[in-house]
């Protein structure tokens, strides 16, 4: 599993703040797991002090233990006297003033990546709409590091298709559907250094395929959805099925497509998706 990426705390931080928002608790934090049993709490937000920062949290022990060893949310009503949980971190605990405590796994394909805790400094029973947040809060993470995920194994075949010199040009099909998968996955990055990234090698699959074909009069330059959506088109895909991937309304992908046919100054999806790939745009 690795020592956390810093883009994947990015995506945690975001989270957090969404759920400190959406569930009105005034203390919120989480981290990510290094290894398969361990997780250092890295992210806080509304503590008073730094006594839970850097807590490194075993599965099975306290609370997030719990959770994490258990893949399922867990909570109580009042941390110092429950005998539901192990006490190892009771110390950090009763610094911060925490009484009510939710936790809640981050699972991607059923491992445990994560967890993320909301607190009251009051012992009170945590309520539904707690909990919901908590989890919509959770699957936010785990969204992010599945499309990561995702990304970073594209990105890896993808290099090696670059690097090959002999690429067999059948195989420019397998290098187009991957660049049209990086360009639909990029807007759901929220680390910009992974997306900036990403489009980068984009670009690079552009250029490789068109390093023979004659150089094109004019330099035409698109919009990135636009660029987007002519690489959905190439692929084949109707104006739906590439609002469904892009996550885009229908007509907001015929918008795109009509503005990038006209600066391609093609009168049909074929010639527009002829001219990207002869303007570099596509490989």
């Not at 006490?87 to 939710?102: F, K, N, Q, W």
């Not at 250029?207 to 959905?232: F, H, K, Q, T, Y």
Request: proline share 6%; charged share 25%; net charge positive.
């Amino acid at each position: 599993m690795g020592v956390p990426e810093p883009g994947e705390a990015t995506e945690l931080r975001a989270a957090m703040l969404r759920l400190r928002r959406t569930s009105g608790l005034p203390v919120v934090f989480g981290g990510l797991l290094s290894d398969a049993r361990h997780a250092r709490i890295a992210e806080l937000s509304g503590a008073q002090t730094p006594a839970l920062r850097g807590l490194v949290i075993s599965a099975g022990s306290g609370l997030g233990g719990k959770a994490i060893a258990l893949s399922r949310p867990c909570a109580v009503t009042d941390y110092p006297s429950s005998r539901h949980i192990s006490h190892e971190y009771d110390a950090a605990v009763a610094a911060e003033g925490l009484r009510s405590v939710v936790a809640v796994p981050v699972v991607v394909r059923r491992t445990v990546r994560g967890v993320l805790y909301g607190a009251l400094r009051e012992p009170l029973t945590l309520g539904d709409r707690t909990f919901d947040a908590a989890a919509s809060a959770a699957r936010d993470v785990e969204q992010s590091l599945a499309v990561r995920d995702e990304v970073q194994q594209l990105l890896a075949t993808t290099r090696e298709q670059i690097a090959d010199p002999g690429v067999d040009p059948r195989s420019w099909e397998d290098v187009r559907e991957a660049h049209r998968e990086l360009r639909a996955l990029a807007p759901k990055i929220v680390d910009p250094a992974l997306r900036g990234e990403l489009l980068a090698v984009c670009g690079r699959l552009a250029s490789a395929a068109g390093a023979d074909r004659p150089p094109a009069a004019g330099r035409v330059r698109l919009a990135p959805r636009e660029a987007d959506v002519i690489a959905c088109v190439a692929s084949g895909a109707t104006n739906a099925v590439a609002a469904e991937r892009l996550g885009l309304r229908p007509e907001t992908v015929k918008s795109y497509l009509r503005s990038a046919m006209r600066k391609l100054g093609a009168h049909t999806r074929l010639e527009a998706v002829v001219a990207a790939r002869r303007a570099g745009l596509l490989p």
